[in-house]
């Protein structure tokens, strides 16, 4: 029953978003951008104890509350909110993120929660073509993940990404603070 419902909800929007008649621009390209974030990215991260180590396969969401672009427009604000542009983004920006993690199976020799969320901070910097081509991206970040052997459930990481073809795909890997789940990387996958 609940499948039918979204399935059902699913058409309309879709009807709507593709549809010539649409009244709303404006709406259609917000509502389509909101659909595409939720596609998410493969991720990989690590599960070990003292005497095994494995690699979990899941998938992280990257949403972006606040952007600020170095190189912008005279004309318009530095500063951007959710949809944010990828040349102003990709061309040299500092911005605040919030990374939904969800592992596909138990973390069985780290004995943390499946689901974690990651709170942090990058700087954007182009490589080359103005950071169309190639940029990279530097950053700390804390995650909050539930942990079943203390009460210590957060830790906190440095993360280091590549991007290209406009900032849609990318490579990210983080170095956490944590002997439990030391690293992650994740193919960056990014719709505008």
């Not at 004995?111 to 080359?128: D, E, Q, W």
Request: proline share 4%; aromatic share 20%.
């Amino acid at each position: 029953m609940k499948k039918t419902v979204l399935l059902i909800i699913v058409l309309i929007f879709a009807r709507n978003l593709f549809s010539q008649d649409f009244p709303d621009e404006k709406a259609n390209k917000y509502l389509s951008w909101a659909l595409y974030q939720l596609v998410p990215s493969p991720a990989f991260f690590q599960d070990a104890n003292d005497e095994n180590a494995r690699i979990q396969f899941g998938f992280k969401w990257h949403i972006t509350p606040l952007s600020v672009s170095f190189w912008h427009n005279k004309y318009v604000s530095p500063v951007q909110s959710f949809f944010i542009y990828p040349a102003r983004r990709f061309s040299g920006s500092a911005e605040i993120f919030i990374d939904p993690e969800l592992a596909t199976s138990s973390f069985n020799y780290s004995n943390v929660s499946i689901f974690g969320a990651s709170l942090g901070s990058r700087v954007i910097l182009p490589l080359s073509g103005k950071g169309e081509n190639i940029c990279f991206s530097l950053g700390g970040k804390i995650t909050l993940r539930k942990n079943f052997d203390d009460d210590k459930n957060y830790y906190s990481g440095a993360e280091t990404g590549m991007y290209f073809f406009g900032g849609l795909v990318g490579f990210q890997y983080t170095r956490n603070f944590n002997t439990k789940t030391k690293y992650n990387f994740n193919l960056y996958i990014k719709y505008f």
